[in-house]
């Protein structure tokens, strides 16, 4: 943890955090059975996830150690951060995120599972406010072809792609 890191900001912190829970879920997992590929059981989905997040938190502590490594020994460090700013809670994108969660959830059996993605995308892409629309655009219907192919081709889901109910 460098000067303007709290315990509460630090990426190893997280990156710690989704270790343990990744771990506690393939530890809680082990007990359901697994099945194939082909045939996958109750356990697969949790199993295959949670080593996954397993893996990704182990890499992200690597990469944090490693850049903590390249940066020791440079004296310019900024100024710590002020308690005020550690717990400022950020409201824009917690709403822009909740919007979107319901306008998804709201518009998947109107209108099929891909608008409703691209919709939910557009929507939390604008908690940060410096993505341009055009972006925001694009990244609603690269999701929305993502959806479309992971769901529908790929796992061929009983999901209703699109509709129109008007």
């Known amino acids: 943890m460098d000067e303007r890191s709290s315990p509460l900001t630090d990426p190893i912190t997280g990156y710690g955090l989704l270790a343990g829970f990744s771990v506690f879920f393939l530890v ?27 893996a990704m938190a182990l890499g992200g502590i690597a990469v944090e150690v490693a ?11 900024t100024a ?23 306008a998804f959830a709201l518009t998947v059996r109107s209108f099929g ?7 939910s995308a557009f929507i939390a892409g604008l908690a940060s406010g410096a993505t341009p629309l055009r972006h925001l655009a694009l990244l609603g219907l690269t999701i929305g072809a993502f959806v479309y192919a992971v769901f529908c ?6 999901v209703v792609p699109y509709r129109w109910p008007f």
Do not use: C, Y
């Not at 081709?153 to 009983?158: I, N, Q, R």
């Open 153 to 158: 081709v790929g796992l061929d889901l009983a």
């Open 113 to 119: 599972i891909v608008p409703a993605a691209v919709l």
């Open 28 to 54: 809680d997992g082990r007990d359901l059975a697994f099945g194939s590929v082909n045939q996958m059981g109750p356990g697969f989905f949790p199993t295959v996830l949670s080593a996954l997040l397993l």
């Open 67 to 77: 850049a903590r490594w390249r940066k020791r020994g440079l004296a310019a460090r």
């Open 80 to 102: 710590p951060r002020g308690e005020d700013e550690i717990w400022a809670i950020q409201w824009k994108p917690l709403i822009h995120v909740a919007v979107a969660i319901a």
